[in-house]
């Protein structure tokens, strides 16, 4: 099944963030506050609108189910669902549409105004969409609900709506709020953060024993074919069929804001299951996602093309902390079939000789990972004065480099060990080397031998300063 087949249903509180843009210059005469002149005002959506958004840049089809009041916000929310292509079913009610309104003055917000009432809704408004839920359910594919505690999602239309999904045998994933999880009983799974999953389960999570305790309950709690946890930057955790633990790490390089990054997982999670995937395989979708969200600046969402992009085994990392690697194996899928160059040394004083160099080893292959020997190891090689920079600067000026593409510090005397466990395609070593042993070259398809420049090497950069001191 394509992505573009996918329909997915959205229940839950439906939200309008409005922003009223301005600049404050002054404070007002009436009292100890900044007066905002308005200049613009912009709207975006929120709550369970802000999941179906995430659903269509992935390219799924969205039908979403919720509530507006009979304002004009109402309209403008309704008019933005339709005009983002998703199939909005919007009944209005006697309370007002929740908004969250937003002062802004140079980027900061000055205030913030919420317009919402979290009282149940009229019965006839929860019969009326179970109905027509009910003959639209035969077409879709999964089914998210997205409960912000705003009255939509009571405990007795929430098991409604799990029991509906249930005996159509479609997943049904939840974003849940509150500290009583029953609510969501028998559905596939939730998405609470870590916070979140130790109030609903009176857990400290602080390890992986207490994580553990806190997704069995989950489990225990509510039925749940996977219980799972959002664990901000170390990814996610889920529970199997058999009560195994899996931690999935997150893969984001940079994070600049994590708005909206909750909507993203549970929008990719739920694309996943109803294509039929496992669960490892959506939550590293999911995660991927988030990575994707919290590379931008705001509630964002992310595409598919992006994430696949971000999955792609063609896909090598340009920030220059990100390419600082502890391990191959955290690479090795961004790599695929891509021809591996390798090199090392201790690239103490980095000069045009290293550059150049490495320069010349890339254009080997596809690849070029540096193996960068620690402050301890160039200590035992080099005696007791060297390094004169420390593996971490020395890694991140490599790392900086263009024609690096990944560095990774190693202890040992040698690189054996790493050779052995990268295997590339192509070991590259100065022409010095010729006629010697060099070592690990066993482990590589080829090897290849470059001259240096004369006269460049870090030895001699500190002779000459070390003479220059003299000197003066």
Known sequence: MTVEQIKVLVVGDLMLDKYIWGSA?????????????????????GGACNVANNLIAMEAFVSIYGVVGDDAEGEVLHDFLVSKGIDSHCYKSNRPTTTKMRIMAAKHQMLRLD???????????????????????????????SDYLKGVLSPDFTQKLIKLANNFDIPVLCDPKGSDYTKYKYATLLTPNKKEAMEATH?????????????????????????????????????????NLYKKPTIAKEVYDVSGAGDTVIAALALQLAKGESIEEATKFANAAAAVV????GSATATLQEIRDYLAPKRIVRDARAK????FSEIKENIGD???????????????????YLEKARKLGDVLIVGLNSDDSIRRLKGKDRPINTQEDRAFILASLACVSYVI??????????????????????????????????YANSLQLIDFIDNKSTTKIIDKIQQQIKDE
């Open 409 to 442: 510090i190693f202890d040992e005397d040698t690189p054996k060990n790493l050779i052995m466990q990268i295997r590339p395609h192509v070991l590259v070593k100065g022409a010095d080397y010729k006629d010697k042993v060099v070592v690990g070259a066993e």
């Open 294 to 297: 919290i590379g931008k600046i």
């Open 25 to 45: 210059n002054r404070l007002s005469p009436e009292a100890p506050v900044p007066v905002v002149k308005i200049e613009e005002e912009s709207f975006s959506l």
């Open 203 to 243: 857990i400290h999570i602080h390890d992986d024993k207490t994580l553990l305790e806190a997704l069995l309950k989950m489990r225990q709690t509510c039925n749940l074919t996977y219980p799972l946890i959002t664990l901000s930057e170390e990814g996610i955790a889920y529970l199997d069929g058999n009560s």
């Open 338 to 356: 891509k021809k591996v160059v390798f090199t090392n040394g201790c690239f103490d004083i980095l000069h045009y000789g290293h550059v150049s």
């Open 115 to 145: 317009k919402e009432s979290s009282l149940p809704l009229e019965p006839h408004i929860y019969e009326t969409m179970l109905n027509d839920i009910q003959i639209n359910i035969a077409t879709c594919h999964c089914m998210i609900l």
């Open 324 to 327: 600082i690697i502890t391990n």
